[in-house]
């Protein structure tokens, strides 16, 4: 069974802050996404990575996939009261176009 | 681009009655869509795969005669939940995959449906 562990499960930090999300597996995946939630509504799609060591950029948001393609990590950059939120990745790979969705890492920015 | 709704936004209902879940896909088209399932502050569970054309394909530990699920077009999926009990109250998710995604398993999410059993 493949699974997406990540980490930390919570994260309460104050505004301003800097902070890093893993997300890690011992299974490798042909892309990972990345989603946020918030309360009440669908996740909303960050980015997708589909090579091995890539890099992606979003603002304040710096996303890496992993060399051999098994894990990934969310770096935020002076994170605001709006970054707060439920924190996804997803592996895909399979010919059934399903996603394996981490356990979450939920954020709160507190201004 | 690539919006997906979900009606209705909050359903409340009582014990033994059955509630249906639309899930739509605006502005393109997807040949698959995905149910989720979410309780709070949890990360999503998928429930069943659903495949314009053919049967949906569930998950182990999803009762497919207690959550049928019709894909009759390729923006039109939906969900019912029959005989509805207490402990099926939950929030439910649905996804889309556009078909020209690329092969990169990109899904996109409705905004989910907030069901309450009396």
């Known amino acids: 069974t493949q699974l997406l562990e990540q980490s930390p499960q919570f994260l309460s930090i104050q505004e301003g802050e800097n902070l890093t999300v893993y997300c890690n597996s011992s299974?490798?995946?042909?892309?990972l996404q990345w989603y946020r939630q918030e309360p009440g509504e669908g996740p909303v799609l960050l980015v997708t990575?589909?090579?091995?060591?890539e890099v992606k950029k979003l603002k304040r948001l710096t996303f890496q996939f992993g060399d051999a393609r098994k894990d990934s990590s969310l770096h935020i950059t002076a994170a605001q009261p709006g970054d707060t939120g439920l924190y996804l990745c997803a592996g895909g790979g399979g010919a059934t176009n399903k996603l394996i969705f981490g356990t979450g890492t939920l954020l709160a920015v507190q201004p | 681009g690539a919006v997906v709704s979900q009606h209705p936004s909050w359903v409340i209902c009582k014990s033994g009655t059955s509630v249906k879940i639309e899930c739509r896909s605006l502005d393109f088209q997807a040949t698959t869509m995905f149910w989720y399932r979410q309780f709070p502050k949890q990360s999503l569970m998928l429930m069943a795969t659903s495949n314009e054309g053919s049967k949906a394909t569930y998950e182990q530990g999803v009762e497919k005669d207690k959550f049928l699920i019709n894909h009759a077009s390729l923006t039109l999926s939906t969900l019912t939940v029959t005989s509805a009990h207490p402990e099926d109250s939950s929030f439910y998710i649905c996804s889309a995959s556009p078909d020209e995604a690329g092969g990169w398993n990109e899904q996109f999410f409705g905004p989910g449906t907030r069901l309450t059993v009396l």
């Open positions: 990575v589909v090579t091995g060591g």
């Open positions: 299974s490798v995946f042909s892309s």
